[in-house]
């Protein structure tokens, strides 16, 4: 099993998932900016990211990782328009184990792309980077963000009370799901 860290993904005619690279900076920024309201409800980085300095400063993060601990990310893209980020966090290669996270633009939500986007992380998980257990926390109250392991066939694990910071200063409970590597092929 090998894994290629520049290896750009075809879900469909028009769906793709590409290894994020510095041009998608302004992208990112872009989205964020004009969606504040409706993705700083959920996801703690929209209040620190003010400017496309922030955005920047992120991409490169990712890039510079070191090789024994680099956590490939994903800018989604419709038809080459961006539409969100998924990829691995919190990584553990020795115990092969790994997070999903993911966030997409409000008009491309309910239209499933993110389901299959995380479907396909998972392949890479488990086909790609030799994984043996996926890991995917949402918000509780985030019932859409819910739905997409809970259609996967991720069981819930249970819920890390206050796992998270928001926006405002406010802690919320995460719902923690988990799949393994025989589940998936039991499916």
């Known amino acids: 099993m090998s894994f290629n860290k520049d290896k750009k993904y075809h879900l469909d005619n028009e769906i793709s998932l590409e290894p994020l690279c510095r041009s998608d900076a302004k992208d990112i920024f872009r989205t964020i900016d004009s969606q504040r309201d409706y993705l700083g409800k959920w996801l703690s980085f929209v209040e620190h990211t003010k400017n496309v300095t922030d955005s920047e400063k992120f991409v490169e993060s990712v890039l510079a990782m070191p090789e024994d601990r680099f956590e490939p990310v994903y800018s989604i893209r419709k038809k080459g328009e961006f539409l969100g980020l998924i990829g691995f ?26 389901t299959r986007c995380v479907k396909k992380l998972c392949e890479i998980a488990f086909e790609e980077r030799n ?11 985030n ?3 819910r739905g997409i392991p809970e259609r996967l066939g991720f069981r819930l694990e249970g819920i890390e009370r206050q796992g998270e910071l928001l926006s405002g200063n406010v802690f919320t409970d995460l719902a923690v799901y988990s799949k393994l590597k025989n589940e998936e092929k039991s499916r």
């Open 89 to 114: 966090v919190n990584s553990d290669l020795r115990n092969r184990k790994t997070e999903i996270g993911y966030w997409i633009s409000e008009k491309f939500q309910k239209q499933g792309i993110m």
């Open 131 to 141: 994984m043996n257990r996926i890991v995917i926390k949402c918000a509780c109250k």
């Open 143 to 145: 019932t859409a963000s």
